[in-house]
């Protein structure tokens, strides 16, 4: 699957602590393998009527994705502090 991530959210991921920036690293390498659906990843879950998927990559810190082109794109919407998170 082909994984979006703008240069906003790549700006974002500089600003992580680098224990969060490898795991955003292995989220994205999870959703080019795996698809949008990942329940194995921390407070996976889909949003309601919508195509946003989110998780925890740690306690402070989560990502948020849609899935623009069913079963072929994915682009990452969010990455940042859990309390800014836009769900």
């Known amino acids: 699957m ?3 991530t ?7 991921v500089r600003l992580m602590p680098q224990k969060e ?3 955003f ?10 698809g949008s659906v990942l329940p194995n990843w921390p407070n996976y879950k889909k949003l309601v009527n919508t195509n946003t998927h989110h ?3 740690s306690y402070h ?13 994915l682009e990452v919407t ?3 502090s859990r309390e800014n998170a836009p769900y």
């Open 2 to 4: 082909n994984v979006i």
């Open 6 to 12: 703008k240069p906003k959210i790549l700006k974002a």
């Open 21 to 23: 920036q490898v795991l």
């Open 25 to 34: 690293a292995k989220l994205v390498r999870d959703l080019h393998e795996k």
């Open 55 to 57: 998780c925890h990559l």
């Open 61 to 73: 810190w989560a990502a948020c994705w849609i899935e623009t082109i069913k079963g072929i794109e």
């Open 78 to 80: 969010y990455v940042g």
